[in-house]
């Protein structure tokens, strides 16, 4: 491996590093969460059961009241209703007549994280949500999060609210499709005093923890809104943020690691009085170990004919799912932005779909995948390993040109006849380096799709038991800084490679030739050092992937010297071809690269003697 290889391996190492800056809790914190979790439910089941008879009763005289003055009133809770199909289970609270509550049924929890509810996958609870109308009125506003709505009717997968007001009656109708879809339409009957070109919805959830690595999970949360001319934009994935529409909104997504809510009104939400606001939870935060993150938008509506509808989709972020809605939902993945993303999307999620739909096990999908992806690279590996060992070849050489012009000011010198040397000999220091470039897109976009890819959630191979979060062999009990509190054995296989592949190629590295340049030799022998680290809190899949994908580059590495690449014989056609290119100069042209570092030289030269006149 020549030294153009060897910085590309360590930019690669750099940028990976970059993503992998990891803030992971450590078990004695998680442990303390979950009790605390445990406590505040067990609070909260209990206030719902000392409250439940006044909550009746308060409904009750709260109804007959609001048939006889045709007007809502204000209560402090309400009843819940259960609207289910085959995917979703929906709560709806008759306070505002809001959602109040989402759990998927094909779905669960991590083992830790798993409420009741028949283990279904609570994305949120009552308490956790907000849905309400803010409706503008001659003498004010109207908040419907404060009244009590009228459920009149009610099916299994149906419910409509009602409240009469002075100004007319809101009507709000949930409806449950097939899959994951739930209709919302808002309707307002016998208008006499709401003013509907100002009303707005606010839509306001927190997200409740549901996986193992729960910093993945935060990690990747964010508003994601679709905007009718730009398309997607979304808030801050690390840090609290608000924004304003500055376009007409098609949809807004709350988004998580694995699953997502996405609002898509039948008319673009417009963007004047549109704002979007996600709020980090920090520690000492009440809900910090236990949800992910506040979710608000205030998204004003269109009304047509006094009406409003939405769909809401509450679902996992798997591409197939999303990309059938033909709505851009899909662009909400984090498989990376711009030519990563399109691997990702044309070919690395098509080659894993068609692995996994034959029934293969996810494990060996990825072992076939990476067995495809290096295939696909193998001229690029071939280009490499050629160059190292023609770089290898003429290090004699370059030594003995470093030694003749061992001053800065022979610089110019030294590399004119290195560019002579390389053209002659048919080599060049950028054959590794353009290969390395052709690979990097590839290795960067494997990164983004792993953490990324649904296929793994809960999906067990060998000794891991969930391919999306780390594989742990070893729990210390204890928490070790930057490391964590337990030993990731995919990680360690991983790191283990590398250092092997990093000793075979060491020969090739080149010590500096600049006083003060670092060792690259010594940078590529501390890098797998560092993957223990960076990696060992991660997602066992991609860790895994690494490691059969350099497994592989070492066997290719060896099969390549054995049988197809004759280091002798390589030598020997080197040499002739310096012999006839000197024999014949004018055979090959200088390159425009070489004919201006010799005008350079040149110029210096005469620069050199009017200073010396």
């Given amino acids: 491996m020549d030294r153009n290889s060897t910085i590309g391996l360590v930019l690669i190492g750099l940028i990976i590093t970059v993503f992998s800056v990891m803030n992971q809790p450590s078990e004695a914190e998680i ?85 009741k509810k ?23 506003k109207i908040y419907t999060k404060d009244y ?21 009656t809101i009507r709000q109708t949930y409806a449950l499709k097939k899959g994951h879809d739930l209709s919302f339409n808002i309707e307002v009957l016998d208008n006499k005093g709401f003013i509907l070109d100002n009303t707005v919805l606010n839509w306001a959830t927190d997200f ?59 008319n673009a939400f417009p963007k004047k009085g549109t704002k979007f606001y996600i709020e980090n939870f920090k520690d000492g935060h009440p809900q910090a170990w236990t949800h992910l993150k506040g979710y608000h938008a205030t998204m004003a509506l269109d009304f047509q004919n006094n009406a409003a509808s939405f769909n809401w989709f509450f679902g996992p972020n798997d591409y197939e799912v999303l990309k059938s809605y033909d709505s851009g939902y899909d662009d909400i993945l984090n498989f990376g932005w711009g030519l990563f993303r399109w691997i990702n999307i044309y070919a690395v999620q098509p080659i894993f779909n068609l692995l996994l739909d034959n029934g293969m096990a996810i494990g060996w999908a990825i072992l ?10 193998m001229p690029v590996q071939w280009k490499m390993f050629v160059s190292s060992v023609k770089m290898r070849i003429l290090k004699p050489e370059i030594d003995e040109l470093n030694a003749k012009y061992p001053k800065q000011e022979d610089a110019m010198k030294k590399q004119m ?86 000793y075979m190629n060491s020969g090739n590295m080149q010590t500096p030739q600049q006083p003060g340049m670092p060792d690259m030799r010594i940078i590529m022998y501390i890098f797998p050092f560092m993957m223990i680290f960076f990696f060992n809190n991660y997602s066992a899949g991609l860790s895994y992937y690494y490691f059969i994908s350099t497994l592989l580059s070492i066997v290719m590495m060896v099969l390549i010297k054995q049988f197809f690449v004759n280091e002798d014989k390589l030598k020997i056609k080197m040499a002739e071809r310096k012999a006839n290119n000197a024999a014949n100069p004018k055979v ?22 009017n200073r010396k006149k």
């Fill in 148 to 168: 009590l709505f009228d459920l009149v009717k009610s099916t299994k997968t149906k419910a409509v609210y009602e409240a009469k007001f002075e100004e007319g």
């Fill in 588 to 609: 090959k042209k200088k390159s425009k690269f070489q004919e201006r570092l010799e005008e350079m030289q040149r110029q210096q030269q005469e620069t050199l003697k």
């Fill in 368 to 377: 076939v995948l990476t067995l495809i992806l290096k295939t696909i690279l």
């Fill in 31 to 115: 442990k303390a969460a979950q009790k605390k979790e445990a406590a505040a439910a067990a609070q909260k089941a209990e206030k719902k059961q000392n409250k439940a008879a006044k909550a009746a009763s308060t409904s009750a005289s709260t109804s007959a009241s609001t048939s006889a003055s045709n007007s809502s009133q204000v209560v402090e809770e309400g009843e819940l209703t259960t609207i289910e199909n085959n995917e979703l289970r929906i709560e709806l609270n008759s306070k505002g007549g809001m959602l109040a509550g989402v759990y998927l049924k094909s779905y669960k929890s991590y083992k830790d994280f798993a409420g």
């Fill in 118 to 140: 028949d283990d279904a996958l609570c994305l949120f609870e009552d308490g956790d949500a907000l849905n309400q109308l803010v409706l503008s009125t001659a003498k004010g």
């Fill in 417 to 502: 006849e290195m560019m002579t040397l390389y053209r002659e000999s048919g080599a060049s220091p950028l054959a590794g380096c353009v290969p390395m470039l052709i690979q990097m897109p590839i290795l960067l976009a494997v990164f983004r799709f792993f953490p990324a890819a649904f296929e793994l959630r809960q999906k067990g191979f060998l000794w891991a038991e969930d391919l999306s979060s780390f594989d742990s062999i070893l729990d210390f009990g204890f928490h070790i800084p930057v490391y964590g509190d337990h030993i990731s054995l995919f990680t360690l296989l991983m790191a283990g490679t590398t250092l092997a592949y990093t």
């Fill in 208 to 266: 409740k923890k549901t996986e193992r690595l729960f910093t993945e999970q935060r990690r990747v949360s964010t508003i994601c809104f679709n905007q009718t001319e730009s398309g997607l934009d979304y808030l801050s994935e690390t840090s609290s943020e608000s924004g304003v529409a500055e376009e007409n909104i098609e949809w807004v997504a709350f988004k998580q690691s694995y699953f997502s809510a996405i609002l898509h009104p039948t």
